[in-house]
């Protein structure tokens, strides 16, 4: 009896996920992930977006713009991009990150994609006026 119960379970929660895939099947959220030296932080935060994507049927993009990574933050996201859509760009001191982002952000939206912007250089929690004014 546990086995039939547990075998429907099963058959159900398939279901409720192939429903969320088809029904979000063109929906496409292009993350940016600003990093330095993020090698304890990067995977589990790439693999946990993908995982939430892959459960809500939702394509996930990554863009990483990378701040002059000294550690194996690079090594990590490099194994990463063999099984996942991941663009890294290696941006040098003189740039200015925000134009840099603002740009990527306004090309993400004119192609319909959703763009999110996380950046684990700073472990305070950015200003959501900033952050908000970024993204719209």
């Known amino acids: 009896m546990l086995f039939l119960f547990l075998a429907t379970l099963l058959m159900v929660s398939v279901m409720i996920i192939e429903f969320n895939r088809n029904k979000n099947k063109n929906s496409v959220d292009h993350y940016f992930i600003v990093v330095k030296n993020n090698q304890m932080t990067i995977e589990w935060v790439i693999r946990s977006i ?8 939702r394509i996930r993009r990554f863009t990483i713009l990378d701040l ?3 550690d194996d933050t690079l090594i990590i996201l490099y194994h990463l991009s063999l099984s996942t859509k991941i663009e890294i760009v290696d941006l040098q001191p003189e740039e200015d990150v925000a134009l840099c982002l603002l740009e990527m952000v306004t090309k993400s ?4 994609e959703n763009p999110v912007v996380i950046d684990l250089t700073t ?3 950015c200003d959501k006026a900033s952050e908000k004014s970024l993204l719209s």
């Open 50 to 57: 993908s995982l939430s994507g892959w459960l809500k049927g």
């Open 68 to 70: 002059g990574s000294t």
């Open 109 to 112: 939206k004119e192609t319909g």
């Open 123 to 125: 472990s305070s929690t």
